[in-house]
């Protein structure tokens, strides 16, 4: 059996802690697996480098940057490998570039195009232990070193754990599992035994943080069965695997929160067709990322159009806008950083009608406005006041008994 | 022209040093130059990755030490290259890997075996300015990567100009120069303008700290010239470069010295053939480095044998002997720490006689006893106490009057 783990920064933040994690990698090669582990840079070593950057460079260039910050990973990979010699067992670290981790060559959010794993299977075989380098790879065409972003880390291990065709890819991190809601907000709320790629995918991209986004959509696209447990206890965390026929299907998995969004509003633009395309073209071209998107029927011949952005391109966003609202013929353009965006994900909405109407019934039973609604098919996401955000995740919470019900 | 400059661990210990190491290295890009830019990792890096490793594991395996180590340079030269990005140059950083750097396999001290440039001569003729992790290669039958030991970014700096057949390789350190004695304990010394290979070789090998023994042994090889000097001002340095008939020659070039050895005696052994040699033979099985080997005059079919040996080696040393003594018939080991090594350095002792009687006059008239002798074709070298260093150099340095003579 081939196991692939993956250590977060936290869980490998000072040498004990690295020392820990080689004895739980020596449990599984006692159970008598092979091992690839992927490490992150120690603790908070990637935030250093970024500052030791900024010291030098007002916008370091992006080769560099990702020449640098590499160097991290170099680090607890090499530490940990020293540790796993100290309890008796061989290991062997191996860069991104080492290990086959082959990217396009887009610096800082490169995209794994293959991965070519000959020095892993061949140290596997001699009976190493292998821990490759997490967040990092090499461009296929100019061989320079690559990052694959933030989080980066969990996408290595999918891809790794689908090129080895490993039977498990778990993914320690500092919380437990994956939560019907955040637990600092909603006590009440329960760990996931299970959860289907799709429903982790929306719960990702909806404000849960404990994994990124790409590595579930990669896990997804190739049937990766991951298992998402802390490095501090031994206690069974989240399975995030296919969706099969057979798996009880609960009808609501959990409600995901995000804060990090704001939401730009372009009042009375002429409701006719191009307009809108205009609008979006012109945010794309500035490489400002769009979640949902809202417009309201027509009065007058004139319409509002509003979405959500990340809060950081807020005040870009709105200088494009109003450069352009003379062209497409808007009156006001507003951003708006107070709000909060509240989801419910479930595989089993599918299948039940009524689910949309309990959760707006919920949310106005506790007194919270909803400001924009946006669904697919496995998600219905609203925006509220940022200050409701608490009241408004346990309200739903509530209503769709997450705490009590068991799911699969 | 083809500038290739190293510049050490205190040269960039700061991100502040890395910027003006960035303006040092823009003069030359508007002088016309190419430059190929070598760096240590910076200040106290490479010592605190050693203390980690040790926190970790008593003896660290050597494979995944030198991994570890390697993230030192990584982080000095990609931070060197966005300083030159901000200064308005663009630049490639490239490890030893990608610079060609190829090793063999002994992990903490490899050899450079072959130098395959053409990722920097191809960004080279793009107009950057490369930039090359010292110290580090990459192992031509493992792939692994592999240092060269302590001050190994000297010899990657002479290998580079040596493969890429640059005009000049500038050694950039905290000191302006080779001086014909260590400043700190002669005031009197002066700052040598230029210095054979070979005058270079015996200096560095007798404790001048300037330069790695293995840069200048390889300079000498492929006939590179260094200009040894400071990285805090812009005057002329010190140039080691190949003797030729036409250079004006000193006699002497300096006094160096060495405290850092000690003296093994091994007492009345048998003056018979083979005991010498089982001696040394056990010293280099056990990887002891022996430096200066003196054998008295028989007296009553016994002799002594002296040699010195660094200081760490001594009571290794002691414990092999004292278990071979009953075999050799030796009567007595001892080790005494309380010596010095000074050594007199000049291409010229070839041709002029009565250099070394010069030398053990002077040490006489400054009451300086000499316990042992030794000597090369360009070289003097005597045991001394250690109390008796500084006024063994400063005698000798005044005898020959090197502060007063101008090298050619």
Redesign the interface.
């Known amino acids: 059996m081939i196991v692939v783990q993956k250590y977060g920064g936290s869980s490998v933040a000072d ?1 004990d802690r ?2 820990r994690v080689a004895e739980r990698v020596a449990q599984v090669k006692r159970d008598g697996h092979n091992v690839v582990v992927v490490v992150s840079a120690m603790g908070k070593t990637t935030d250093q ?1 970024i500052r ?2 900024q ?4 916008i ?2 992006a ?3 990702d ?2 910050l ?3 990973e ?2 607890s ?3 940990l ?3 796993m ?2 309890l008796g067992y061989t ?3 191996l860069t991104g570039s ?1 290990a086959g981790i082959i990217t396009d060559a887009v610096h800082g959010k490169a995209r794994i195009i293959d991965i070519t794993p000959g ?1 892993i299977t061949e140290a596997l075989a001699g009976g190493h232990v292998v821990i490759v380098a997490g967040f990092q790879g090499v461009s296929r065409d100019s ?1 320079d070193v690559t990052t694959l972003g933030r989080g980066g880390s969990d996408t290595t291990a999918v891809a790794l754990a689908a090129a080895l065709r490993a039977d498990v890819c778990e993914i320690y991190t500092d919380v437990d599992g994956v939560y019907t809601a955040d637990p600092r907000i909603c006590t009440a709320a329960r760990k996931l035994h299970r959860v289907s790629h799709e429903e982790m995918l929306e719960l990702a991209a909806c404000g849960a943080k404990v994994l990124q986004v790409r590595s579930v959509e990669y896990a997804r696209n190739h049937g990766v069965a991951l298992h998402v447990r802390s490095s501090f206890t031994y206690s069974d965390g989240t399975w995030v695997t296919e969706e099969t026929d057979d798996m009880e299907q609960a009808m609501i998995s959990g409600v995901a929160h995000d804060t990090g969004e704001g939401k730009l509003v372009i009042r009375r633009v002429p409701d006719k067709p191009g307009v809108a395309a205009r609008i979006f073209t012109a945010l794309a071209d500035a490489n400002i990322n769009i979640d949902m998107i809202v417009q309201n029927v027509s009065e007058d011949g004139t319409t509002d159009i509003s979405c959500t952005l990340p809060l950081a391109d807020g005040p870009s966003a709105v200088r494009l806008l109003e450069d352009l609202s003379g062209e497409v013929g808007a009156e006001a353009v507003g951003f708006d950083e107070h709000i909060a965006k509240v989801s419910l994900v479930g595989a089993g909405m599918k299948t039940h009608p009524g689910v949309a109407a309990g959760m707006f019934s919920a949310l106005s039973e506790a007194g919270v406005n909803i400001e924009m609604i946006s669904t697919s098919t496995i998600r219905i996401s609203v925006v509220v006041r940022d200050d409701d955000v608490e009241t408004a995740v346990r309200a739903v919470h509530e209503h769709f008994g997450l705490a009590a019900t068991e799911v699969a």
């Open positions: 040498t690295v020392k480098l030791q950057a010291e030098i460079a007002v370091p260039p080769r560099e940057l020449m640098l590499t160097a991290g170099r680090i990979m090499s530490l490998a020293m540790a010699h100290e290991a062997r670290s080492q020095r061989k």
